[in-house]
C-alpha cells in the first residue's frame, strides 16, 4: 500500500454510533476501498476501557486498509494531524435539563475540540458534527477555529435525508435509487423541512407524483421530522446504526461528490441563500466536486416552504443567540 493514511479522529468512539461507525470506516466504506485509514478515538476518561475493547475488536477483524488505532481522552492528540472528524460524543439531554443547560453543557465539550482542530488538525481537515444538537454544536467549535476555514464544519442531516427518501419511495412505490434531489432545510430537530418540491420520482417531479398536500403536510413531513424520536420511543435508545450510516454517507459524499443530476442534503454555514441568516449553520441542497460543496441556487420556494424552511431557522436563530449569550461563540 503506498497511499499516506487518512487520519480519521472520531469522538464518542465508545458510545453506540461509534460502534456502529468504526468498523465501517475501517474496512474503507468512509473513503473508498484503497484509502487505509488511521483511527484516533477520543473518549471521556470513564469511558476509555470501553473503547480499548472496540479497539481490541477492530484490530481482530484485520482490516487490510486500517493502519493504527490511537485512544485518548485528550483533544490535542486526538486532533493532531486530523484530516477528517467526526464528532460524535455529546451531552445528552437528562432529566430536568433546560435547553440552556444542554446547550452550556456541549459548550463544554465543543468549545475545547474546535480549539484542538484549530490547533492540532491537518490543514485539509473536514468536520462533521453528529452530536446533539448538532448544528449549533457545529457553530460553537466553528467560533473556537479562527484559522480554520468555516465551511470545513457541517453538522449532519444526512439521516434525515435518507428517512425522507425512505417514505417518499414507500409513498410511490418508486425505489429509492429512482429519487433525486430531496432536500432537508434548515435544523437537525423537529422543525426540519424535508422539500419533495424540487425532487424528482423516476424522472418526474415527486410533489405532482405524489399530488396529496394533506399527506406532505400530516403524514411525511412530521414522520420525518419525528423519526428519531419514534426510534428512541421504539428502540428505547436513540437512532445508532442509522446515524453512523448517514455520517459515513456524509463524508463520502464530501470527498467524492454528487452524482450527476443529484444533490445532497448537509448541515452548512449560510451565506444567506435563500433567505437563511449568513453564518448560521442549516441545511441545504448541495453539489459536491472535488472535495468542495457549493450550495444549489435558482430553486423556486412557494408559500408552503418558506414557512417551514423560515420556522426552521427561526429556531437555529434562538440557539445561535442562546449560545452567544452563554459566551460560548
Ligand atoms: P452514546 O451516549 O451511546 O455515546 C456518546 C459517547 O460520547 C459516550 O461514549 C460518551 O462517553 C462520549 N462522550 C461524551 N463526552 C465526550 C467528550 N467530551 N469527548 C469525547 N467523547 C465524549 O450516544 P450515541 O447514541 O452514540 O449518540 C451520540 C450523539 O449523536 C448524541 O448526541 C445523539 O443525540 C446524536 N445523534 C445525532 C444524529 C443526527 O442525525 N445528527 C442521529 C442520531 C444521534
Ligand atoms: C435522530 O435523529 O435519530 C437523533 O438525532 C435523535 C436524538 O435525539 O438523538
Known amino acids: 500500500?503506498?497511499?499516506?493514511?487518512?487520519?480519521?479522529?472520531?469522538?464518542?468512539?465508545?458510545?453506540?454510533?461509534?460502534?456502529?461507525?468504526?468498523?465501517?470506516?475501517?474496512?474503507?466504506?468512509?473513503?473508498?476501498?484503497?484509502?487505509?485509514?488511521?483511527?484516533?478515538?477520543?473518549?471521556?476518561?470513564?469511558?476509555?476501557?470501553?473503547?480499548?475493547?472496540?479497539?481490541?475488536?477492530?484490530?481482530?477483524?484485520?482490516?487490510?486498509?486500517?493502519?493504527?488505532?490511537?485512544?485518548?481522552?485528550?483533544?490535542?492528540?486526538?486532533?493532531?494531524?486530523?484530516?477528517?472528524?467526526?464528532?460524535?460524543?455529546?451531552?445528552?439531554?437528562?432529566?430536568?435539563?433546560?435547553?440552556?443547560?444542554?446547550?452550556?453543557?456541549?459548550?463544554?465539550i465543543f468549545k475545547p475540540q474546535g480549539k484542538a482542530i484549530n490547533d492540532n488538525a491537518a490543514d485539509d481537515i473536514k468536520v462533521l458534527v453528529v452530536g446533539n444538537p448538532a448544528n449549533t454544536n457545529a457553530l460553537i467549535a466553528q467560533a473556537a477555529a479562527p484559522d480554520v476555514p468555516a465551511e470545513?464544519?457541517?453538522?449532519m442531516t444526512r439521516l434525515d435525508h435518507n428517512r425522507a427518501l425512505t417514505q417518499l419511495s414507500k409513498k410511490t412505490g418508486v425505489p429509492v435509487s429512482e429519487i433525486k434531489k430531496l432536500t432537508i432545510w434548515g435544523n437537525h430537530s423537529a422543525t426540519q423541512y424535508p422539500d419533495i418540491f424540487h425532487a424528482t420520482v423516476a424522472g418526474k417531479n415527486a410533489a405532482e407524483v405524489v399530488s396529496d398536500e394533506k399527506w406532505l403536510a400530516e403524514d411525511f413531513i412530521p414522520t420525518v421530522a419525528k423519526r428519531g424520536a419514534a426510534i428512541i420511543e421504539a428502540r428505547g435508545a436513540s437512532s445508532a446504526a442509522s446515524a453512523a450510516n448517514a455520517a459515513i454517507d456524509h463524508i463520502h459524499t464530501w470527498v467524492n461528490g454528487t452524482a450527476d443530476g443529484d444533490w445532497a442534503s448537509m448541515g452548512i454555514p449560510s451565506d444567506g441563500s435563500y433567505g437563511v441568516a449568513e453564518g448560521l449553520i442549516s441545511s441545504f441542497p448541495v453539489t459536491v466536486k472535488d472535495g468542495k460543496y457549493e450550495i444549489v441556487q435558482g430553486?423556486?420556494?412557494?408559500?408552503?416552504?418558506?414557512?417551514?424552511?423560515?420556522?426552521?431557522?427561526?429556531?437555529?436563530?434562538?440557539?445561535?443567540?442562546?449560545?452567544?449569550?452563554?459566551?460560548?461563540?
Open 1 to 108: 500500500m503506498t497511499r499516506t493514511p487518512v487520519n480519521v479522529t472520531v469522538t464518542g468512539a465508545a458510545g453506540q454510533i461509534g460502534y456502529a461507525l468504526l468498523f465501517r470506516i475501517a474496512s474503507g466504506q468512509l473513503l473508498g476501498a484503497d484509502v487505509p485509514v488511521k483511527l484516533r478515538l477520543l473518549e471521556i476518561t470513564p469511558a476509555l476501557k470501553a473503547a480499548e475493547g472496540t479497539a481490541m475488536e477492530l484490530d481482530d477483524c484485520a482490516f487490510p486498509l486500517l493502519q493504527g488505532i490511537d485512544i485518548t481522552d485528550d483533544p490535542n492528540v486526538a486532533f493532531d494531524g486530523a484530516n477528517v472528524g467526526l464528532l460524535v460524543g455529546a451531552r445528552p439531554r437528562t432529566k430536568g435539563m433546560e435547553r440552556g443547560d444542554l446547550l452550556e453543557a456541549n459548550g463544554g
Open 299 to 329: 430553486l423556486e420556494i412557494n408559500e408552503f416552504s418558506r414557512a417551514r424552511i423560515d420556522a426552521s431557522v427561526q429556531e437555529l436563530t434562538e440557539e445561535r443567540d442562546a449560545v452567544r449569550a452563554l459566551g460560548l461563540i
Open 152 to 155: 470545513r464544519f457541517t453538522a
